[in-house]
């Protein structure tokens, strides 16, 4: 006979309860982003019931909202791609997790491990994001955190801390990184960097960020906005060799000068186009002989590096602000000023 106690934390004790939600019901703009009531998911077969502690905010997500998206978009879709929370409920055939777990989310459904393959539905593009109370999800879509970080902190680790990870892959003590701005993904990169003992040069536009990224752990910070050739400084500041890495995170608007910058043979991790501008030349390209390698976010298996790497060297993510679950669409404006120095952070409090 099952033991019946084993069987009550099996099934969720919240059924007839309602929860809150964000619902985008029209594109175009923050405006359009809803707060609704709506029933509390029921986990099904080989799935969880996520209570949603925390939520965080990516550049992705203002290109949703604005319709600026590159990928197809549906309205009424739920936003947010990453989360963090407690098992509340576990479906029939759950194996990986029980009632009370600590979970995070996988950022790219469907995509477990191995080299990314093809284009599958992404969370509040064509299936239901994380903006909610609840969220009932399969249990493969999930990884573990230790009690040691915080649902805030790894709330933030889904998008941009695995688009750091992998953008900086294969660094070492021998090797120099640059990082552009102080996103989230920039913060990250900066910090998994000297993690592994590299040299980081930083950029930035303000004399009160240049400091905070020195704290960081930055060996040197450029002031673009005193400095437009910044790609130059940068290489100089690597006797002329130029970096090994650069963290490209501006696209159009800085790929010029990352190519100044970057060491013959070198890496650019290209994660991003947040800078308009033209391109420079396939010739000028070329003639870098460094590698381009986009960054496509990561994977499960990639997560749970993270997970083990923040845990170990006690990185803390940085967070720029907070905002209360009703106060989502506050936080999407904060977010949209895109003067930011870290993650926009929403905490769900019950």
Same mark, same amino acid.
């Given at each position: 006979?099952?033991? %019946?106690?084993?069987?009550?934390?099996?099934? *969720?004790? &919240?059924?007839?309860?309602?929860?809150?939600?964000?619902?985008?019901?029209?594109?175009?703009?923050?405006?359009?982003?809803?707060?609704?009531?709506? *029933?509390? %998911?029921? %986990?099904?077969?080989?799935?969880?019931?996520?209570?949603?502690?925390?939520?965080?905010?990516?550049?992705?997500?203002?290109?949703?909202?604005?319709?600026?998206?590159?990928?197809?978009?549906?309205?009424?879709?739920?936003?947010?791609? =990453?989360?963090?929370?407690?098992?509340?409920?576990?479906?029939?055939?759950?194996?990986?997790?029980?009632?009370?777990?600590?979970?995070?989310? &996988?950022?790219? #459904?469907? @995509?477990?491990?191995? !080299?990314?393959?093809?284009?599958?539905?992404? +969370?509040?593009?064509?299936?239901?994001?994380?903006?909610?109370?609840?969220?009932?999800?399969?249990?493969?879509?999930?990884?573990?955190? #230790?009690?040691?970080?915080?649902?805030?902190?790894?709330?933030?680790?889904?998008?941009?801390?695995?688009?750091? @990870?992998?953008?900086?892959?294969?660094?070492?003590?021998?090797? !120099?990184? /640059?990082?552009?701005?102080?996103?989230?993904?920039?913060?990250?990169?900066?910090?998994?960097?000297?993690?592994?003992?590299?040299?980081?040069?930083?950029?930035?536009?303000?004399?009160?960020?240049?400091?905070?990224?020195?704290? /960081?752990?930055?060996?040197?910070?450029?002031? +673009?906005?005193?400095? %437009? &050739? @910044?790609?130059?400084?940068?290489?100089?500041?690597?006797?002329?060799?130029?970096? =090994?890495?650069?963290?490209?995170?501006?696209?159009?608007?800085?790929?010029?000068?990352?190519?100044?910058?970057?060491?013959?043979?070198?890496?650019? $991790?290209?994660?991003?186009?947040?800078?308009?501008?033209?391109? #420079? $030349? +396939?010739?000028?390209?070329?003639?870098?002989?460094?590698?381009?390698?986009?960054?496509?976010?990561?994977?499960?298996?990639?997560?749970? =590096?993270?997970?083990?790497?923040?845990?170990?060297?006690?990185?803390? #993510?940085?967070?720029?602000?907070?905002?209360?679950?009703?106060?989502?669409?506050?936080?999407?404006?904060?977010?949209?000023?895109?003067?930011?120095?870290?993650?926009?952070?929403?905490?769900?409090?019950?």
């Amino acid at each position: 006979m099952d033991d %019946p106690v084993k069987l009550r934390d099996t099934f *969720p004790t &919240n059924m007839g309860i309602r929860m809150k939600i964000y619902r985008l019901q029209k594109i175009g703009s923050i405006n359009g982003l809803a707060l609704c009531e709506e *029933p509390t %998911p029921q %986990p099904g077969p080989g799935e969880v019931l996520i209570n949603i502690k925390a939520t965080s905010l990516n550049f992705r997500d203002l290109s949703i909202i604005s319709g600026q998206s590159p990928f197809p978009l549906e309205e009424g879709r739920v936003q947010l791609s =990453d989360a963090a929370g407690i098992v509340e409920a576990v479906g029939t055939g759950v194996t990986r997790f029980a009632v009370g777990d600590r979970v995070v989310n &996988n950022f790219m #459904p469907g @995509w477990h491990s191995g !080299s990314f393959r093809e284009f599958t539905p992404q +969370y509040g593009t064509q299936l239901d994001g994380w903006m909610a109370e609840y969220r009932a999800v399969d249990q493969n879509e999930l990884v573990a955190i #230790p009690d040691s970080i915080s649902f805030e902190d790894a709330a933030t680790l889904p998008c941009a801390a695995v688009t750091g @990870w992998n953008a900086v892959a294969g660094v070492g003590p021998q090797h !120099s990184v /640059l990082t552009q701005g102080s996103g989230g993904v920039s913060l990250f990169a900066l910090q998994f960097a000297k993690a592994r003992g590299a040299k980081v040069i930083a950029t930035t536009s303000s004399a009160e960020k240049a400091q905070r990224l020195l704290a /960081l752990g930055a060996d040197h910070v450029i002031n +673009y906005a005193e400095n %437009p &050739n @910044w790609g130059e400084q940068a290489k100089a500041l690597t006797d002329g060799r130029g970096v =090994d890495r650069v963290v490209e995170v501006g696209g159009p608007g800085t790929f010029a000068q990352s190519l100044k910058a970057v060491a013959l043979s070198g890496q650019v $991790s290209m994660v991003g186009v947040l800078a308009q501008g033209e391109m #420079p $030349s +396939y010739l000028e390209m070329f003639l870098t002989f460094a590698r381009f390698q986009t960054i496509v976010t990561g994977n499960r298996q990639d997560l749970q =590096d993270v997970i083990a790497a923040v845990a170990q060297n006690r990185i803390r #993510p940085v967070i720029d602000s907070r905002f209360s679950f009703d106060d989502g669409k506050a936080a999407f404006e904060h977010f949209g000023k895109r003067n930011l120095f870290g993650k926009v952070v929403i905490t769900n409090e019950r």
